[in-house]
């Protein structure tokens, strides 16, 4: 059965669903519903809510229980995951496994309040100081955020790693049907590593990521590395739409996908043969999808809710073997079809 929810509130129901009883946050717009239902859900299932005293208390409060073994999340948007950043790096550099999640709005500094996509950089290349990544998943629908939001949770529990679902303003606050998973208790990995009390039957576990050896430090760092050599070949997820045929292939994720998805259905109603790629992981980013629809596209048009951001990853993934062409709003603005289609038109 589906029920009609709000895009904020759909990501707080599928996280407890998927076996979250941790959530630390602070209030900001356009993501403060989602802390407002876990502040009503949290209690009733025996889950802790703390609405924190900062963003920064918060993610740290995240990093103690994801060290503690249990899920924990936090969310926020563009503003606040800035001030996030340095807990973000701190749990990548300890191996812990959580999920924060940015529901974007524009930028820089305060910005607005309105859907923005630019913090896809951000997301994808300088979450916090330091060599690391964490997974990024990009939904284009209410249900689309639902379901990866246990998929989120998975991975960064079976790489040891943070993982973002990044959404915006618009996928935030419309309202869709979705079905949403059994409310069954969700049977969650054992966590050997955790600090949780070893109760005289085994070692002392220690969750750190401070190490004042170099020597060790780089081993730390470059054993990290080979494990995203695993991610990249293992995790990435993208859709293709009419692209077998396609001359021009448009690239958008999120909210962008959507409008560039109806530009699509109508070039192909004026005889232009175009597709959608839309990449669902953004790091790992999809390269092996994008490279195999290089093979016989004419040209790419990258649609972002930025300057453009997403575009210079798509230029590497193909090695510039077609042009790669860029069209995108910004401050909060959302792009029309009709924009999109006229960009296609003039690549045909």
Not at 18 to 36: V, W
Not at 58 to 77: E, I
């Amino acid at each position: 059965m589906k029920v009609l929810m709000k895009g904020n509130e759909a990501l707080a129901e599928a996280a407890i669903r998927a076996g979250c009883k941790h959530f630390f946050g602070y209030p900001i717009t356009p993501q403060t519903e989602l802390a407002a239902y876990m502040s009503k859900r949290m209690p009733k299932i025996g889950g802790t809510y703390l609405q924190a005293e900062s963003e920064i208390a918060a993610v740290n409060m995240v990093l103690g229980a994801a060290a503690a073994g249990v899920r924990a999340m936090t969310s926020s948007s563009s503003p606040g995951i800035s001030l996030k950043s340095e807990g973000i790096s701190y749990m990548a550099g300890s191996d812990l496994p959580a999920l924060i999640i940015n529901v974007q709005r524009g930028g820089p500094g305060l910005g607005g309040i309105q859907p923005s996509q630019s913090d896809y950089w951000q997301a994808t290349k300088a979450t916090g100081h330091g060599d690391f990544q964490i997974l990024v998943f990009a939904p284009s629908t209410v249900q689309e955020m639902v379901d990866l939001v246990s998929t989120a949770f998975d991975a960064a529990d079976r790489w040891r790693m943070p993982a973002m679902i990044l959404a915006d303003g618009m996928l935030g606050q419309m309202m869709e049907p979705v079905a949403l998973p059994d409310e069954n208790e969700k049977t969650l990995p054992e966590k050997d590593w955790a600090a949780n009390g070893h109760q005289g039957r085994r070692e002392h576990h220690v969750i750190n990521s401070l190490y004042l050896t170099p020597d060790k430090l780089e081993d730390l760092v470059v054993e990290r590395y080979q494990r995203y050599r695993q991610v990249k070949a293992q995790e990435q997820r993208a859709e293709a739409y009419l692209c077998d045929d396609a001359d021009i292939i448009v690239t958008a994720y999120g909210a962008s996908s959507r409008v560039a998805r109806t530009a699509v259905n109508q070039a192909r109603e004026r005889g232009i043969k175009a597709g959608l790629l839309r990449p669902v992981t953004l790091w790992p980013f999809p390269v092996d999808a994008i490279r195999k629809a290089a093979g016989h596209a004419k040209a790419f048009l990258t649609v972002e809710m930025s300057m453009g951001q997403m575009v210079d990853d798509v230029r590497l993934a193909i090695d510039c073997q077609v042009p790669v062409h860029f069209f995108g709003r910004t401050g909060g603005i959302i792009p029309t079809p009709a924009e999109v289609l006229g960009e296609i038109e003039k690549l045909a």
